[in-house]
Nanobody, 126 residues
Framework: QVQLVESGGGLVQPGGSLRLSCVAS????????VGWFRQAPGKEREGVSC????????YYVDSVKGRFTISRDNAKNAVYLQMNNLKPEDAAVYYC???????????????????WGQGTQVTVSS
């Protein structure tokens, strides 16, 4: 079973940056697609970004394109989400999720991901 631990959340002013980390244990992430999801109070969880197991495909929801960058370091068994130019609407609990996946892209939705982290809080406020 994959165990995922997120870190890097915190309080940042609008326009600031944070780098979220998702570190896996129990398995190596080489054959896993990894996604980042977020959930704000009173809202449904939404997919933010995903990276394929081969690192050749990256998905971003429209609202974060050009501001967020997903990357992976298989040697460290980790996936990162660099978030720049943060906006108040980016505030949420961010979760990473992993799924063993050999497809060229990413799984279709959050229900396809079996392993989830506990989440890290991102607050964007002046």
């Amino acid at each position: 079973q994959v165990q995922l631990v997120e870190s890097g959340g915190g309080l940042v002013q609008p326009g600031g940056s944070l780098r979220l980390s998702c570190v896996a244990s129990g398995v190596t992430l080489d054959n896993y697609a990894v996604g980042w999801f977020r959930q704000a109070p009173g809202k449904e969880r939404e997919g933010v970004s995903c990276i394929s197991s081969s690192d050749s495909y990256k998905y971003y929801v429209d609202s974060v394109k050009g501001r967020f960058t997903i990357s992976r370091d298989n040697a460290k068994n980790a996936v990162y989400l660099q978030m720049n130019n943060l906006k108040p609407e980016d505030a949420a609990v961010y979760y990473c999720a992993a799924e063993r996946w050999w497809g060229r892209t990413c799984p279709g939705g959050e229900s396809d991901f079996d392993s989830w982290g506990q989440g890290t809080q991102v607050t964007v406020s002046s």
